[in-house]
């Protein structure tokens, strides 16, 4: 078929073949020029293949190409357990849409809310805290360009290490970077304030209490 026949020359497919042998970093530097050399219609082309080629893992989870832990599923939305995990009860919490970054979702909320139904599950099972990330792009530790978010169960010395040392930055470029950073409103819906009784606030203070204090007075795991 005449739309299958490749734009692409037999030296720029063996070039791409060369480039796609390479590691990674390696590949991101030759990958360039290389495209920046291509016409229109065989970048559209490249673009194609690999859509169809290259078939993404959390895709191939959600056809069930792939076996997998699901714990919530719904016409959006699909979290399984990590089968390589960061801790037990690490759970990936995606759309079901294949999309790269979560900036390019219209609206994020119902796959945060679904994460944050896990961490609360991950308490009730674990009794224990959770940490919630995204990493949009590579340079964030993305593996795979398909968003996910990760709820992971953290225990005491598990290994993890999330903590940085705060940087210093002048004065001059903390001014320059909030100038830039100041962001328009993007709109909130008016809350509805909701009528607490006395009872109630009584109660929900009680379960908050007790929840921070088995927090700090656990024994160390
Ligand atoms: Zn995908």
Same mark, same amino acid.
């Given at each position: 078929?005449?739309?299958?026949?490749? !734009?692409?020359?037999?030296?720029?497919?063996?070039?791409?073949?060369?480039?796609?042998?390479? !590691?990674?970093?390696?590949?991101?530097?030759? +990958?360039? &020029?290389? *495209?920046?050399? +291509?016409? &229109?219609?065989?970048?559209?082309? +490249?673009?194609?293949?690999?859509?169809?080629?290259?078939?993404? %893992?959390?895709?191939?989870?959600?056809?069930?190409?792939?076996?997998?832990?699901?714990?919530?599923?719904?016409?959006?939305? %699909?979290?399984? +357990?990590?089968?390589?995990?960061?801790?037990?009860?690490?759970? *990936?919490?995606?759309? @079901?849409?294949?999309?790269?970054?979560?900036?390019?979702?219209?609206?994020?909320?119902?796959?945060?809310?679904?994460?944050?139904?896990?961490?609360?599950?991950?308490?009730?099972?674990?009794?224990?805290?959770?940490?919630?990330?995204?990493?949009?792009?590579?340079?964030?530790?993305? =593996? *795979?360009?398909?968003?996910?978010?990760?709820?992971? &169960?953290?225990?005491?010395?598990?290994?993890?290490?999330?903590?940085?040392?705060?940087?210093?930055?002048?004065?001059?470029?903390?001014?320059?970077?909030?100038? @830039?950073?100041?962001?328009?409103?993007?709109?909130?819906?008016?809350?509805?304030? @909701?009528?607490?009784? !006395?009872?109630?606030?009584?109660?929900?203070?009680?379960? %908050? @209490?007790? =929840?921070?204090?088995?927090?700090?007075? =656990?024994? !160390?795991?």
């Amino acid at each position: 078929m005449e739309e299958n026949k490749s !734009p692409l020359s037999e030296e720029q497919i063996k070039e791409l073949n060369e480039i796609a042998s390479l !590691p990674q970093d390696k590949q991101k530097e030759r +990958l360039e &020029p290389f *495209l920046k050399s +291509l016409n &229109p219609e065989q970048v559209e082309f +490249l673009k194609k293949q690999q859509g169809q080629g290259q078939e993404c %893992l959390f895709c191939a989870i959600r056809d069930k190409k792939i076996e997998s832990k699901v714990v919530y599923e719904d016409n959006n939305i %699909l979290a399984v +357990l990590d089968v390589s995990p960061a801790n037990k009860g690490h759970v *990936l919490v995606m759309p @079901k849409d294949h999309i790269a970054f979560s900036t390019e979702m219209e609206d994020v909320g119902h796959l945060f809310n679904v994460a944050n139904q896990v961490s609360k599950k991950i308490y009730e099972v674990f009794q224990t805290g959770s940490n919630i990330f995204v990493a949009n792009g590579p340079e964030a530790g993305q =593996r *795979l360009n398909h968003v996910v978010v990760h709820v992971i &169960p953290r225990f005491s010395e598990d290994g993890i290490n999330f903590q940085w040392e705060g940087k210093k930055i002048e004065d001059k470029e903390m001014d320059e970077i909030f100038g @830039k950073m100041k962001m328009e409103s993007i709109g909130k819906k008016e809350e509805v304030k @909701k009528e607490v009784t !006395p009872e109630e606030k009584e109660v929900q203070e009680s379960e %908050l @209490k007790k =929840r921070y204090d088995s927090w700090y007075n =656990r024994a !160390p795991i």
